[in-house]
């Protein structure tokens, strides 16, 4: 009876201290990189509603927001540029053209060129000028 008694005692205690282990599972799964299906569906549309939008700010072809954000779900980018084109008919907004260049798809890096000396960067002539 003494045995039956500490081997509950005993149990009760593990599951005690495995509890709030346990009930840190969240936790847990945020620190590794693991995150719920649901989660990760939200993100992903919320993120594809932003890129949709955005693309059609700047101009951009539906099409081309597709191949681009591939691994975004298409439905939500669709959504995304339909509610930025009501959005800018409504309010006659006209696109904002992008000033930096297209990034370049990964994988397809030059290296880069040696910088040659442009005329007013400072490496020539304004420096030697002053001298003299």
Do not use: H
Not at 15 to 35: F, H, K, M, R
Not at 106 to 126: L, N, Y
């Amino acid at each position: 009876m003494f045995d039956r008694a500490r081997r509950q005692i005993r149990t009760l205690l593990i599951a005690c201290w495995l509890l709030p282990g346990l009930s840190a599972c969240d936790s847990a799964q945020q620190a590794v990189g693991i995150e719920p299906a649901g989660a990760k569906l939200a993100r992903l549309d919320a993120e594809g509603k932003a890129v949709g939008g955005a693309c059609r700010q700047s101009g951009r072809a539906i099409e081309d927001c597709y191949s681009i954000y591939s691994w975004l779900p298409k439905s939500s980018i669709y959504e995304g540029w339909r509610d930025m084109d009501i959005y800018m008919r409504e309010n006659k907004l006209e696109t904002v053209e992008p000033q930096l260049p297209p990034p370049q798809p990964p994988g397809s890096r030059k290296k880069k060129a040696a910088a040659e000396p442009v005329e007013g960067d400072g490496r020539s002539g304004p420096k030697a000028a002053s001298k003299e």
